[in-house]
């Protein structure tokens, strides 16, 4: 099991104590959520902000594109810092060469569904990716409400990746992720879990530790 801080809800003023802090806090991943304004409707950052990021922490940067054809930009978030990136099925138009490319540059492959998207997008490279990320809510923003419907589709990759024998494949679950629904996605079969606004919101150390108990 892992835990992932989305910094999209940390207090940008002062995000490299932020990032200290969870990262002192246990967790494992700190989750970095770029965004286009096309792909998603929000902007975020970019490289920059991940090189300043790379240099306070050792954690995992597990980087989630959410922007239109990744691959232009794959060599870049590498030299950036990037250990895991996750790009959006729905944003590729060459999905198999997107995810081979960032093997390639010696990252984690993911591959995002948004809410509508089916598991079935995924048959046919499912030997060929490190991680499936499930959105539980519509890629843009922090703190949007968990969508239920996602709790199958989580059930039906983690029943893949046994049919299939792959032992290695992380499941990500990622938005709406509170103390109080986090024993769903897991009992689904989650094991990597993202949260934004229940880590930042108020004392992250302590909200991290309380996640981290639900999570054992
Ligand atoms: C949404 C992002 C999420 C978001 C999660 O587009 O991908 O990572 O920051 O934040 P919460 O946990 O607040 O939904
Ligand atoms: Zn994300």
């Keep these: 099991m892992k835990l992932a801080a989305s910094v999209l809800s940390a207090d940008f003023s002062k995000l490299g104590d932020q990032v200290k802090l969870v990262d002192q806090a246990g967790v ?6 770029v965004i286009d304004g096309k792909f998603a409707p929000n902007i975020t950052f970019g490289m920059p902000v991940i090189e300043a990021i790379r240099k306070v922490t050792d954690k995992p940067l597990d980087v989630h594109l959410m922007i239109e054809e990744p691959y232009r930009y794959l060599q870049e978030f590498k030299e950036a810092g990037a250990d895991i990136v996750t790009v959006h099925a729905e ?7 997107t995810i081979t490319r960032i093997r390639e540059l010696d990252m984690k492959a993911g591959v995002a569904l ?5 598991v079935s997008i995924l ?9 499936a990320l499930v959105m539980s809510v519509n890629p843009g923003f ?11 589709k989580i059930k039906r990759i983690h029943k893949i990746a ?11 679950v990622d938005g709406g992720i509170t103390l109080s629904n986090i024993s769903s996605v897991i009992d689904a079969g989650a094991n990597v879990i993202v949260s934004g606004a229940s880590i930042f919101k108020g004392e992250p150390d302590k909200n991290v530790k309380e996640f981290l108990k639900k999570m054992k």
């Design 28 to 33: 494992d991943y700190i989750h970095i959520d």
């Design 91 to 97: 944003a590729c138009t060459h999905l198999h060469r």
């Design 114 to 118: 948004n809410p509508a998207t089916s």
């Design 123 to 131: 048959n046919y490279i499912f030997d060929d990716i490190d991680l």
């Design 142 to 152: 922090s703190g949007q409400t968990f969508i239920p419907s996602v709790i199958d």
């Design 162 to 172: 046994e049919d299939k024998g792959l032992v290695n494949l992380d499941i990500e």
